[in-house]
């Protein structure tokens, strides 16, 4: 099994450009999670997604950012436009409601905002 | 008051020592808990899920105190490939959220 797959792996942009971040969950789970990790503030959840739905937003930092779920095999995190202090790492997680609450994350995406 | 405490460290210990990291939460409903852990540059992986009752697995002891609201993992005969940040994860009630402590940096020497 593949696992979770992110795309790309490293980013560097300048600030002011859209930034998009991908992630094909592990086939045949239905959550999707999507985080954000730095040095001052650890792992913290953006938005997760049940069945394509997105369920809780209230991570999102602003409305720089946002994200989507077109099928169960494909998720998309914008940001528009990048600034500097959006420097991170981006992971992504998924997980299969009916078996287990275990979270399989993907090799994340480290993000530079120049 | 954050919603999930951690020491930082790092514990430095040598090899064979046995080291604990407790980790606090401030919401006494929170229904699940686990132990990840992350290598440097890498993704978090499950360590081991905490149960009320307490679990082991191998060298790995976890265990919950729900009255007081901390959870603590316990490795015994500590080896250089531990060395990593574990992360202990709280799930509020009624959610699939995981709310993530910032770590406890492990070192292992030899």
């Known amino acids: 099994d593949a696992g979770v797959i992110q795309s790309p792996r490293h980013e560097v942009t300048e600030m002011g450009q859209e930034v998009t971040l991908r992630c094909k969950p592990i086939s045949g789970h239905n959550s999707l999670f999507w985080y954000r990790q730095t040095m001052m503030r650890g792992l913290e959840l953006l938005i997760y997604f049940n069945n394509n739905v997105p369920i809780d937003d209230s991570g999102m930092p602003e409305d720089r950012f946002s994200a989507k779920m077109p099928n169960a095999s494909f998720s998309t995190l914008k940001i528009q436009p990048s600034e500097p202090r959006d420097s991170a790492v981006y992971f992504c997680?998924?997980?299969?409601?009916?078996?287990?609450?275990?979270?399989?994350f993907g090799p994340g995406t480290r993000l530079t905002v120049t | 008051r954050k919603e999930v405490e951690q020491d930082p460290g790092p514990f430095n210990v040598p090899e064979g020592a046995t080291v604990a990291f407790n980790c606090t939460y401030s919401n006494s409903a929170s229904q699940s808990f686990f132990w990840y852990r992350q290598d440097c540059r890498k993704e978090p992986k499950l360590l081991m899920s905490v149960y009320s009752s307490g679990n082991e697995d191998g060298r790995f002891t976890a265990q919950l105190n729900r009255a007081s609201q901390y959870i603590s993992l316990l490795i015994r005969d500590s080896k250089l490939s531990d060395s990593a940040t574990y992360l202990c994860?709280?799930?509020?009630?009624?959610?699939?959220?995981?709310?993530f402590g910032t770590g406890t940096r492990l070192k292992v020497l030899a």
């Open positions: 997680a998924s997980r299969d409601q009916g078996a287990s609450h275990e979270q399989y």
């Open positions: 994860v709280v799930t509020p009630p009624g959610t699939y959220k995981y709310i």
